[in-house]
């Protein structure tokens, strides 16, 4: 059975929060089918080129089919051509779409979640507020967690911690709705509210 860790306000360890049997039996090939259509869902799909018949000109054969002891030419719009169109290229007509069922999505976390506690990077504190509202002091607060970067999950984000996380390139702070498998599995820790993980077990 995976443990979280319980921190106090000064992110000292007092204690383990216990996640349930379930998170354990979870196979890993849901959090991989999740991954990979989050990233599919972020293309742009803004790639394209334009084939021979998409090139403006080259109506007319460019020169004799016989006589000049060169191949012969039908279109100076012939990928082979500079200024031709593009043999097979990307299309922007493609859908990326790869459906991930209600089920999976929420095995996909579960299992992020006990991966990060069998870690020992799955930290949980009554509350998350950087009162002050400036980055030096989320930063000091990260850096108190000797990790390389952390997913901070509060339940509702007050302005003033907004304000302090939003310029730190090694955290990202998050709503409880906003957590997902993708983001619990992109970074090495997780600092979530006590309350936030307590819903996230009650729903199993």
Known sequence: MS?????????????????????????SHNLYLYVKSYQAALRANTAVTKTRSDVRGGGRKPFAQKGGGRARAGSTRSPIWVGGGVAHGPKNNRNYFQKVNKKQKKLALNFALNEKADAGKLLVVDSIAIESGKTKDAAAF???LNVRDVLVVKDLIDEKS??????????????????????????????????VLEALVKED
């Open 3 to 27: 443990k979280a860790l319980m921190l106090d306000s000064k992110f000292k360890q007092t204690g383990e929060i216990a996640l349930p049997e379930s998170f354990s039996d979870i196979n």
């Open 142 to 144: 990260v850096s108190s």
């Open 162 to 195: 907004f304000y302090a996380f939003r310029n730190l390139e090694n955290a990202y702070l998050v709503e409880s709705n906003e957590l997902n498998g993708y983001t619990a599995a992109a970074f090495e820790a997780i600092v979530i509210e006590k309350s």
